[in-house]
């Protein structure tokens, strides 16, 4: 015979039991003492927060026939709701009964007085998925239902009911459970079963239930399972495929410090070890949120951890300048959606999680993302050059006059190196953006190398980028206006295309190496929109 669960065998018997929904509860338990119970309620709210549980509780103490506080759980009706054997409580799933005809079969039985309580309680469970025509069915019933009947309607998206069944309901919202409400429910349960468990491993279960009692339960069952008397930090991170905080910690230290290559090899390592990648992108993210909370504010509050984890990550989080810690959490939160999409479905599944981490790097990095790591020597043009008053775009006759952006002094000629320019080269990137431009049109692959000539900027493209230097030269004049916010208003900008051996020696790798791996099997390199 198959062993109760855990989350059925502890589930919320009196209004007390029910963890973290005070507000719904004390509301509840004052209008049954005032005898002001209502004749529909909505319950609304994540699941695992205890709408149902509560809903039990409330036909138990309405048809409760014991003394003093309600329900009682000793009499006759309470007995018979806990065990699940009471015909006057009905509970319907929405989700498999959407029809009108389902819905009109209820309203026919509505009229029929109970036979055991005195009150008949209808639980009409993921209401939502009622058809249209069903709510409008329920809609009369609903508004004037016999003096007999409660219902009780419970959703996790009260967005999807119409307004006219929310106007004839009083409405509670569930919230999701604070972690340390879950951790005192666990260690109850644990003490009661007789079992043992770190403060820390019950943390963690917690954190992972995301604010649902159930799913922090059923992972404690999970656990259970194990057959072990003690459940460690260790055992749920072995059982339940989840990352060691210090595997996460590692790989933001590569993350911020633009390590690709350690950066790598640890997410490999922890795939390795038997972490699920999609798993440890969550982690990832929910890392990278709380140094952005740290970063943006005094939030320790809402972390919940322990004080030296957040010692370390207060040090991480002032490595990093809040802007990029936003792209970068940004960049994980889209790499979940591409394990959703399937993107994960692969023979490499962590490459969804390998891409959020380069393209983090190289976003901060910016011009690393666009140049050879090796650059030559810069071109030094005699000190009497001076900066043109004039900017001609590569196609069409020098006549045109880009307007002033800056009228800062510009760079000294000879001072502008590569290195100097790759440097500044985020900055640039943000100048197109902030002013509507491609910034695409400046990275890696569609650039592959700059020049500098007294005050003109050489921008090189790749010979299979023809198409992008004429999108690019549609939107020069943004790209000029970010060059001289940057550099000052001296210098000019000029795309050119690389011919002959040079564009077979530069194309023939990019420079990144998880796009050399496409290319070398077959995948070519898709131009921006």
């Known amino acids: 015979m198959a062993t109760q669960a855990l989350y ?28 002001r119970v209502a004749h529909a309620y909505l319950f609304t709210g994540p699941r695992g927060t205890g709408k149902t549980s509560t809903a039990r509780i409330l036909a138990k103490a309405v048809n409760c026939t014991g003394d003093g506080e309600k329900p009682c759980n000793q009499c006759s009706i309470c007995t018979a709701i806990t065990e699940g ?56 019933t609903l508004e004037e239902p016999p003096p007999h009947v409660i219902f009780v309607l419970a959703t996790t998206e009260p967005e999807k009911i119409p307004a006219t069944i929310k106007s004839r309901c009083q409405r509670f919202d569930f919230r999701r459970i604070r972690v340390e409400d879950i951790v005192g429910r666990l260690q109850f349960i644990v003490e009661q079963e007789g079992l043992r468990a770190e403060t ?14 159930r799913d922090a339960i059923s992972l404690l069952d999970q656990l259970t399972a194990y057959g072990q008397n003690e459940i460690s930090l260790d055992l749920v991170h072995s059982v339940l495929g989840t990352a060691k905080n210090a595997a996460t910690v590692a790989v933001v230290g590569h993350l911020l410090t633009g390590d690709i290559s350690g950066g790598l090899a640890a997410i490999n390592d922890v795939v390795s070890s038997g972490v699920e990648p999609r798993q440890f992108t969550l982690e990832m993210l929910e890392y990278l949120r709380g140094l952005m909370l740290l970063r943006y504010g005094d939030s320790e509050q809402f972390l919940n951890l322990p004080p030296e984890q957040l010692q370390t990550m207060k040090t991480q989080a002032a490595m990093v300048e809040p802007a990029r810690l936003l792209r970068m959490t940004q960049r994980f939160n889209d790499a979940i959606k591409d394990f959703k999409t399937g993107a994960g479905n692969t023979s490499l599944p962590q490459l969804p999680l390998e891409l959020a981490f380069v393209e983090s790097v190289t976003e901060a990095t910016g011009m690393a993302a666009a140049l050879p790591v090796t ?9 009497s050059v001076a900066p043109p008053a004039k900017q001609a775009p590569a196609s069409t006759p020098a006549t045109a ?14 001072t502008l190196t590569k290195e100097s320019l790759r440097a500044q080269w985020h900055r640039i990137l943000e100048e197109v953006r902030r002013r509507g431009g491609n910034e695409q049109y400046l990275k890696r692959p569609m650039v592959e190398d700059v020049d500098i000539e007294g005050y003109t ?50 194309t023939a790798a990019s420079g990144d190496a998880l796009i050399d791996a496409a290319l070398s099997l077959g995948g070519k390199l898709k131009e921006p929109e």
Do not use: C
Not at 8 to 16: A, G, N, P, V
Not at 200 to 213: D, K, N, P, V, Y
Not at 375 to 383: D, I, L, R
């Open 8 to 35: 059925r065998k502890w589930r919320s018997q009196t209004f007390e039991d029910v963890i973290g929904q005070n507000h719904v509860t004390e509301t509840l338990k004052k209008a049954i003492a005032l005898d």
């Open 401 to 414: 006059t880009p307007p002033p952006v800056s009228t800062t002094e510009p760079v000294a000629v000879g």
């Open 457 to 506: 900027i050489v921008v090189q493209f790749g010979a299979a980028y023809q198409m992008t230097v004429k999108r690019a030269d549609k939107a020069k004049e943004k790209i000029i206006d970010a060059f001289q916010a940057v550099l000052g208003s001296g210098w000019v900008v000029e795309f050119k295309v690389l011919s002959g051996a040079k564009a077979d020696n530069q």
């Open 200 to 213: 820390e491993a019950l943390t963690f279960i917690a954190r992972q239930a995301g604010g649902s009692m």
């Open 85 to 140: 054997r009471l015909m006057d409580l009905i509970e319907i799933d929405a989700a498999s009964n959407t029809s009108v005809d389902d819905i009109r079969d209820l309203r026919d039985k509505v009229g029929f007085r109970p036979g055991e309580a005195k009150t008949k309680f209808y639980i009409i469970d993921e209401v939502h998925m009622l058809s249209k025509s069903a709510f409008n069915a329920l809609l009369k």
């Open 375 to 383: 650059a030559s020597a810069p071109v030094k043009p005699a000190a």
